[in-house]
T-cell receptor, first 114, second 111 residues
Framework: GENVEQHPSTLSVQEGDSAVIKCTYS??????FPWYKQELGKGPQLIID?????GEKKDQRIAVTLNKTAKHFSLHITETQPEDSAVYFC?????????????FGQGTRLTINP | NAGVTQTPKFRVLKTGQSMTLLCAQD?????MYWYRQDPGMGLRLIHY???????AKGEVPDGYNVSRLKKQNFLLGLESAAPSQTSVYFC??????????FGDGTRLSIL
């Protein structure tokens, strides 16, 4: 089955700097790669996603890149702000009967230092 | 819209007790999912449903049962709770090709 590895497990950056989180996946059939942000005591919230027919996607300060050949994808956050502090999860999935069977990475705790 | 609502938010059980976690969504989504989240790990899929009356096993289904009698509700049952099932449980729902929307979780402790 699919296996997703996420690095680093913790990341601390100065406010205004950029943050990069990387994930690798094992199943070449996976075709959907979402990123979720989880704040303390809350459920994960989707921040950006990418499908396998696209190499890069950007939404304001957040961007995701996908390298299908190398089976890795990355989250880039520019001009970081204190409210970006949270735990971030990557995930990968194919589809079974239309359902997304997401396999998550282990998470990255991002801390933005003022 | 409330989105995805999970009940209860917290619960403490004794080993061997049973309980049911309820997930309700008001977005008319076809697909619903149950995950568990343990410290230092990502979420792992327990069971999922592709529509009313259907259920299927995920990555870690042992010790859990589910039912989807109504489209808007997805129930997760523990028949005989074990300490290894202490976790935070998340429910999610989605429409075809759309991202999953998550509830805020049920924190379950089994003593």
């Amino acid at each position: 089955g699919e296996n997703v590895e996420q690095h680093p497990s913790t990341l601390s950056v100065q406010e205004g700097d950029s943050a990069v989180i990387k994930c690798t996946y094992s199943d070449s059939a996976s075709n959907y790669f979402p990123w979720y942000k989880q704040e303390l005591g809350k459920g994960p919230q989707l921040i950006i996603d990418i499908r396998s027919n696209v190499g890069e996607k950007k939404d304001q300060r957040i961007a995701v890149t996908l390298n299908k050949t190398a089976k890795h994808f990355s989250l880039h956050i520019t001009e970081t702000q204190p409210e970006d502090s949270a735990v971030y999860f990557c995930a990968a999935s194919g589809r079974v009967q239309g359902a997304q069977k997401l396999v998550f990475g282990q998470g990255t705790r991002l801390t933005i230092n003022p | 819209n409330a989105g995805v609502t999970q009940t209860p938010k917290f619960r403490v059980l004794k080993t061997g007790q049973s309980m049911t976690l309820l997930c309700a969504q008001d977005m008319n989504h076809e697909y619903m999912y149950w995950y568990r989240q343990d410290p230092g790990m990502g979420l792992r899929l327990i069971h999922y449903s592709v529509g009313e009356g259907t259920t299927a096993k995920g990555e870690v289904p042992d010790g859990y049962n589910v039912s989807r009698l109504k489209k808007q509700n997805f129930l997760l049952g523990l028949e005989s709770a074990a300490p290894s099932q202490t976790s935070v449980y998340f429910c999610a729902s989605s429409q075809r090709i759309e991202p999953q929307h998550f509830g805020d979780g049920t924190r379950l402790s089994i003593l």
